[in-house]
């Protein structure tokens, strides 16, 4: 079974632009987050949606950061105006969603902000 | 708040040896604990959970873990180590009591297990 997928595996913008970052759960995932990872901060939650509804983002920071679950196969994170200090690792992970049950992780998408 | 803590940065065995990575928690409820490893270049992989019951759980890898209320300790263990588990490692456990879904990480233990 495909695990979860995300794309594109790495990317670089310059200050100032968009960013969209993309992933695909694992298929009958009802739980989807997403996690920056950073060697100062280490795993910093973001999000999460449940059934494609928005749970909890409580982790993104508000002005430039959104994300959305359009449909149960595919969920996006978007930063507007990236900065520097957006440079980081984002993970997505997936899981049935029960109380016990732990994520499973892509394979992340590194984002350099030049 | 929920939190963990994992306080070795580093730990550096020989091949052979027994290891033990730290992991203490604070948690306002029964916890759900997790140990995720990332290799070099990976992303994170789920190793080990406990839920209830027996103290000592076993996961893949030939990882264990052992479940200490009365120390809120929930340590990883392997015996013998091998050079391939050279890798960073997470504990992990909710963000809070609602449910197991959303965790927080502790900061990592990187291994390095010396031929």
């Known amino acids: 079974n495909a695990g979860v997928i995300q794309t594109p595996r790495h990317k670089v913008t310059g200050k100032g632009q968009e960013a969209t970052l993309w992933c695909e759960p694992i298929s009958g995932h009802s739980a989807v987050f997403w996690y920056r990872q950073t060697i100062v901060q280490g795993l910093e939650f973001l999000t999460y949606?449940?059934?494609?509804?928005?749970?909890?983002d409580s982790g993104m920071p508000k002005e430039r950061f959104s994300a959305q679950m359009p449909n149960q196969s595919h969920s996006t994170l978007k930063i507007q105006s990236t900065q520097p200090q957006d440079s980081a690792v984002y993970l997505c992970?997936?899981?049935?969603?029960?109380?016990?049950?732990?994520?499973?992780f892509g394979e992340g998408t590194r984002l350099s902000v030049l | 708040a929920q939190s963990v803590d994992q306080p070795d940065a580093h730990v550096t065995l020989s091949e052979g040896a027994s290891l033990e990575l730290r992991c203490s928690y604070s948690y306002s409820a029964a916890p759900y604990l997790f140990w995720y490893v990332q290799y070099p270049g990976q992303s994170l992989q789920f190793l080990l959970k406990y839920i209830t019951g027996d103290t000592v759980v076993k996961g893949t890898k030939g990882f264990e873990a052992e479940f200490r209320k009365s120390n809120s300790s929930f340590n990883l263990k392997k015996s013998p180590a091998h050079w391939s588990d050279s890798a960073k490692y997470f504990c992990?456990?909710?963000?809070?009591?609602?449910?197991?879904?959303?965790?927080?990480f502790g900061k990592g233990t990187q291994l390095i297990i010396q031929p």
């Open positions: 992990a456990l909710p963000m809070n009591t609602e449910g197991a879904d959303r965790l927080t």
């Open positions: 949606f449940r059934n494609q509804a928005p749970i909890d």
């Open positions: 992970a997936s899981s049935l969603g029960h109380n016990n049950q732990a994520p499973l």
